[in-house]
């Protein structure tokens, strides 16, 4: 298959509760469960990625100006990288684990199996609308669930592109998109599912968790909320300055772990305002608008709901404050000297609005952290390890960052999540398949007499005596653990008799 033209037909609609059926048909069937199956359905969707990257870049393109630096690095070959991590490790993650045992199992089998939820509703956002919906896809995919997918309707190109290009290549009673707005994922929301994945907004996900818990679905929910940064006066005030603006510049600031505001001392404002200006006209020039590596914001309402933060906060402007509501731009700005009272405070901004608000020292700007709802990811900027120690014991959030934005989230051993307000559960990485992945615990034992005869304490008629032996077998102990034991047992009852009977052979050698 070759890149094409998509489609500018509207969503078909579709019967919801046929469709979650017909998924949990295919589940009960026991389609998704050899890793040979599941091997392929990631290869196809590889493949899917390989041959339709142009179509994936310009589908960002349409719907938020993203440059093709930025979907690149942060999206097609963010997930190319995630999914190529997934093919060489998944089939080792899915083996059964079999953990210590204590001395009252030793001649069990103690078994921990990798099974799949079953049915798997994920729902995307508009910001990342390709790496938010199909990087949590593929860890379904490799733990073995039958997936129902919902993009988010404001990205309309890449929504478009996933309903029309994904059926291509996966397997069509496995994998399902539906396309919709609000009312089609309410109706999505009624049905019974075995697990929900949701990243978005914190009320949003509120809803999505009280739909969840009419039928007890265990649910991840990647949200957001306010990130802070906090910068002491030991950095290099130039590298932090240009880390922070990028992490909170890239997508026009619509990213769920952008610096949402800068905590410092007024001195460090200063030279981080100064720092910025020189920054911000190397990056975009004169005319920011004219830069092409300058996104745009997703849709009118978004755009008006931030002019409306910059109108209330334009006494603060120190850098940009400009936009053009046709173009939906609006210029990287710098807001210094804000306090906890202004607008700009009340909520996560979510778009290229960087406010300052000054701070006297580590422990002001930790109450002030902890006071307010726990944040996504905290962003601490210091030279002195003692810093990192106070912020990372003091402080409660998804994620913590140290001396740089954004770039944790591309270590694919970091469990990425949030924290009460922040969300709920991990992925990225093996926490992707762990997620998606039931641990189901079993005890194996046999009919072997020393076995019946260590556990016959636990019969009627009771006795001190047997309670005495059974406290004894189930007391922990510290030191080596039992796993291996049976094997240790069977190789020196092996050795024994091999000894026994070359003994008994040379016995009777010597006789003759």
Request: net charge neutral; glycine share 8%; aromatic share 10%.
């Amino acid at each position: 298959m070759t890149a094409g033209t998509l489609s500018s037909s509207k969503p078909k609609p579709v019967n919801i509760p046929e469709v979650v059926q017909k998924a949990r048909d295919t589940f009960n069937s026991g389609t998704t469960k050899p890793l040979e199956w599941r091997k392929r359905q990631l290869k196809n969707l590889q493949r899917m990625y390989e041959e339709c990257r142009g179509e994936m870049i310009d589908a960002l393109v349409k719907d938020l100006r993203r440059s093709k630096m930025e979907a690149v690095l942060l999206e097609v070959d963010y997930l190319v990288n995630d999914l190529t991590n997934l093919l060489n490790k998944f089939e080792e993650w899915a083996k059964p684990e079999r953990p210590p045992k204590g001395l009252v199992n030793m001649m069990d089998d103690v078994v921990i199996f990798n099974d799949p939820y079953g049915v798997v509703l994920i729902i995307g956002a508009w910001n990342y609308p390709l790496q938010l919906l199909l990087l949590p896809f593929a860890g379904a995919i490799a733990a073995g669930n039958v997936v129902i997918l919902k993009p988010s309707e404001l990205a309309v190109a890449s929504a478009k592109f996933i309903a029309e290009t994904l059926p291509k290549y996966l397997d069509n009673d496995a994998f399902v998109v539906v396309e919709g707005g609000p009312e089609e994922t309410t109706e999505l929301l009624k049905q019974k599912f075995d697990y929900i994945f949701y990243t978005g907004g914190t009320n949003v996900g509120r809803i999505v968790y009280a739909a969840a818990t009419k039928n007890l679905t265990p649910v991840t929910l990647e949200l957001g909320g306010k990130s802070p940064v906090f910068i002491d006066n030991t950095t290099d005030i130039e590298i932090t300055a240009k880390r922070v603006l990028w992490g909170k510049f890239i997508n026009a600031g619509q990213t769920c772990i952008a610096p949402d505001y800068v905590l410092c001392s007024k001195e460090v404002q200063d030279k981080f305002v100064e720092c910025s200006r020189k920054i911000l006209k190397e990056w975009y020039g004169e005319d920011a608008q004219k830069s092409p590596d300058l996104c745009r914001i997703i849709n009118s309402r978004h755009f008006g709901r931030l002019q409306s933060l910059l109108e209330a906060s334009k006494d603060k402007v120190v850098l940009g404050g400009r936009y053009d509501a046709q173009d939906r731009f609006i210029a990287p700005t710098v807001l210094a000297n804000v306090t906890l009272n202004d607008k700009i405070m009340e909520d996560e901004i979510f778009g290229p609005i960087l406010p300052i608000v000054p701070v006297d020292n580590a422990y002001e700007a930790i109450k002030f952290i902890n006071d307010r709802e726990h944040p996504l990811v905290l962003y601490l900027f210091s030279r002195q390890s003692k810093i990192h120690t106070l912020f990372t014991e003091q402080t409660r959030s998804g994620s913590l960052c140290v001396n740089d934005t954004i770039m944790f989230y591309g270590v694919d051993t970091l469990p990425f999540g949030g924290v009460g307000n922040s969300g709920i559960g991990a992925y990225h990485g093996k926490a992707s398949f762990d997620t998606f992945t039931h641990k189901k615990s079993c005890l194996v034992r046999n009919f072997a007499a020393i076995g019946e005869k260590l556990g016959s304490g636990r019969y009627p008629p009771y006795t001190d005596g047997k309670l005495k032996f059974i406290t004894t077998l189930m007391r922990k102990r510290s030191g080596p653990s039992f796993k291996y034991l049976p094997y240790v047992i069977a190789f020196a009852l092996g050795a024994g008799l091999s000894y026994g009977i070359f003994a008994w052979q040379k016995m009777v050698s010597e006789e003759l």
